[in-house]
């Protein structure tokens, strides 16, 4: 038999690239748009009819072309983006792969006209189904034009499953906003039919989101920073009350591309847990900056998809920015136009920021629960005041009723449970034997059984428990601020803070006014390890206002919560055998030992009988 395959004419071939390259008018202009910012221009502008089925235009001011370029930036795989494979994984451009003009050339009627500064005549190129018409000299202004003409002329199947003009507009809107916004010093405009739909000015990326979406967002953004030796988080968030029950407004760019990816849409998520309604969905606009070799663009024709090659730590990146920023949020009564979100410029190119930079990420990092693992030391001071860490354990409680059962009462954060009563263990119990099993349980052995001790329940119950006293007997001892931080209020918040001094005072927080809605921190609570004393005072308030809204709890039970939530132990966290012991010691000294804040128990209890009953004993 003879032989049958043969390669296929480059206008078929590039027919069937264009299908994955160009689905619809907007992934045409998406691909216009980043050949232009690539370009180089600062002004670029969009003219679309028939919601792109007629018409998409896209001028730019860039460097243009020469006339071989043009005719070569028809050819499939014609890139000057690129040389070689390795650098692939230094891409600073949109495109790289060098098929979008070919293969909207094979699907279209295009017509380029491109001129460069030096040169005094440009190009004029009209191509239409891959077949060149027209190549003549043009006399016009540096820069290019490229107008891409009934899409889909030739291949009517595909024509026939555009959607209607209103949904194919949404689309366009869509890619020229993620290509507006990821570029805000870059001028853009959009005109359907004749009409301006958008004249973006140069400026700022607060200023680009107030154009796109609207005056209502300039109260509305909370900026979020997080630098760290991977990958540096920028941008902003809206505050929570802005949240929406549609999707639509989320962005990522990593490098400037907009990418979707809904891990990392789950990361901030995360972050507004609690703020939001499970169904809302939150504003933001984020920039990442990551090497470039730790990515990989080249997943999908579109480029929309992205593949990290730790995801994880960048989703802890992203948690962490956003947590941080609407910790801070109720600080920031409207954005301040003159935050300079300065995107380009790289930190790592000054020796002296990137020093600053790897600081703050040693303390940024090492304060996020995630990374606190293994740091046991100054643990002691935790346990410091109940039960001295140096002396024979003593489980015993030291209280009035220290030879009753313990008896539990249900409450709004335990609702009807009544739990058994169960004895307290006694010291002869203790045999010493105590270990940490996930880092999250503490095993303790005693003569009837064992102990298996929630090491996060336990130390919230510890220290609510301990918080309340304090606020009963009003003397709980502080220690000073090294560096006592300035903290600017709303005003409901300081009027807040305000109805809570005496309280404050009580717990061990040295506050005091210091001008207009703005407190200064002298002293926090000395038994809580804490690295950041604005962030636990401000994540104190913000507890103590969700407890309010959630559980209409009385001033000084919320107090005594908030901060037990907020400065207890985690699950992930290290403790050495005497913290352990201590930690159990602490909580069978609680007046209800049995349950955590949120209701959840604190411990359960294996006894001997249980025990021989799994072996059938
Ligand atoms: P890619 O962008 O992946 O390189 P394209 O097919 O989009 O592939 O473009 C091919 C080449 O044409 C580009 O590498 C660039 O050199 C040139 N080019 C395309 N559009 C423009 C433009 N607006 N201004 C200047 N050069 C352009
Ligand atoms: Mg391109």
């Known amino acids: 038999m003879s032989d049958i395959i043969q390669l296929l004419p480059d206008a078929i071939a590039n027919q069937i690239a264009a299908g994955e390259v160009v689905q619809r008018p907007a992934s045409a202009l998406k691909e216009l748009l980043e050949n232009a910012v690539d370009a180089g221009a600062t002004q670029i502008q969009v003219v679309v009819k028939e919601a792109g089925k007629q018409l998409i235009q896209v001028i730019d001011n860039g460097k243009g072309m020469s006339a071989t370029d043009a005719r070569m930036s028809f050819e499939r795989h014609a890139t000057s983006k690129i040389r070689n494979s390795t650098d692939l994984f230094t891409i600073r451009t949109f495109g790289f792969r060098g098929e979008a003009l070919a293969s909207i050339a094979a699907v279209a009627q295009v017509e380029l006209k491109t001129k460069q500064a030096e040169s005094e005549l440009g190009t004029l190129i009209q191509i239409e189904g891959s077949e060149v018409k027209k190549q003549e000299p043009f006399a016009g202004n540096v820069g290019t034009a490229v107008s891409m003409k009934n899409l889909f002329f030739n291949v009517p199947a595909r024509r026939n499953f555009l959607k209607s003009n209103p949904v194919e507009m949404r689309h366009i809107v869509d890619e020229f906003q993620r290509v507006a916004l990821s570029y805000p010093e870059i001028g853009f405009s959009l005109f359907q039919q004749d009409l301006e739909v958008y004249n973006l000015t140069p400026g700022k990326l607060s200023h680009r989101i107030v154009q796109l979406f609207g005056k209502s967002y300039q109260g509305q953004l909370v900026p979020c920073e997080e630098l760290t030796p991977h990958v540096n988080v920028k941008g902003y968030v809206g505050k929570p009350e802005n949240a929406k029950k549609t999707r639509g407004e989320q962005f990522f760019f990593v490098n400037n591309r907009y990418i979707k990816s809904s891990y990392l849409h789950h990361a901030v998520g995360n972050a507004f847990e609690g703020l939001i309604q499970p169904d809302q969905h939150p504003f933001y606009v984020l920039f990442l900056e990551i090497d470039p070799s730790h990515i990989d663009i080249n997943v999908h024709p579109t480029k929309t998809e992205i593949k990290f090659d730790d995801e994880r730590t960048v989703y802890a990146v992203i948690r962490s920015a956003v947590k941080q920023a609407l910790g801070s949020h109720h600080v920031v009564p409207s954005i301040d136009f003159s935050y300079d979100v300065n995107f380009n410029e790289k930190w790592d190119q000054d020796p002296s920021k990137k020093e600053q930079v790897d600081r703050e990420y040693s303390y940024k990092t090492f304060n996020t629960p995630e990374f606190k693992k293994a740091s046991t030391s100054g643990w002691e001071k935790l346990f410091e005041s109940n039960i001295p860490v140096n002396q024979p354990q003593d489980y015993t409680r030291k209280t009035e009723s220290e030879d009753t059962e313990v008896l539990t009462f249900s409450s709004k954060a335990n609702p009807d449970q009544i ?54 007997i009003a003397q709980g001892p502080s220690q000073q601020c090294l560096f006592p931080p300035i903290i600017e209020l709303g005003s409901s918040d300081f009027a807040l803070v305000q109805d809570l001094l005496p309280e404050l005072h009580s717990l061990g927080f040295m506050v005091s006014e210091f001008g207009k809605d703005t407190v200064i921190i002298q002293g926090v609570p000395a038994d809580i390890q804490v690295k950041n004393e604005k962030e636990l005072f401000e994540g104190l308030l913000e507890q103590f206002k969700n407890y309010k809204n959630e559980l209409s709890l009385d001033k000084r039970e919320n107090l005594a919560r908030s901060l037990a939530r907020k400065s207890a132990l985690k699950k992930g966290q290290k403790l050495n055998p005497q913290e352990m012991e201590t930690l159990v010691g602490q909580l069978f000294a609680c007046q209800n030992p049995n349950f955590g804040l949120g209701g959840n128990k604190s411990f359960v209890k294996l006894d001997l009988s249980s025990i021989h009953s799994f072996f059938g004993k």
């Open 419 to 472: 739990p058994d009563r169960i004895p307290r263990p006694s010291a002869e119990d203790s045999t010493g034997t105590t270990f940490q099993v996930e880092l999250s349980y503490v095993v303790a052995q005693m003569s009837t059984g064992m102990l298996i001790v929630d090491q996060q329940a336990a130390h919230e119950r510890v220290l609510y428990e301990r918080y309340l006293r304090q606020l009963k």
